[in-house]
């Protein structure tokens, strides 16, 4: 089994618990299995794997993206609705 955890850096706890939210497809993937612990200013998101680590590689890879993208959208949703 491989571990992960990843702290990312978030503005607010409403915005670490969209994160969590966005990131609840990639427990769909099989053997894959991820919580997530909203804090203020940052989510922890603890990954286990069991599979391969190129597989992993690729998945994380592919979820950080997924995840820079809604930072990105919500910042922007943020942003607007201040203007």
């Known amino acids: 089994m491989i571990r992960a955890r990843l702290k990312i850096a978030a503005k607010n706890h ?8 966005a990131g609840e497809p990639d427990n769909q993937v099989p053997h894959l299995q991820i919580t997530g612990q ?13 599979g391969t680590v190129e597989t992993f590689i690729f998945t ?4 950080l993206a997924c995840l ?15 203007d």
């Open 14 to 21: 409403q915005i670490a618990n969209s994160l969590m939210k």
């Open 38 to 50: 909203p804090e203020p200013g940052s989510l922890t998101l603890d990954i286990q794997f069991e």
């Open 60 to 63: 994380l890879d592919d979820m």
């Open 68 to 82: 820079q993208a809604a930072m990105e959208t919500l910042n922007n949703i943020k942003t607007e609705d201040m």
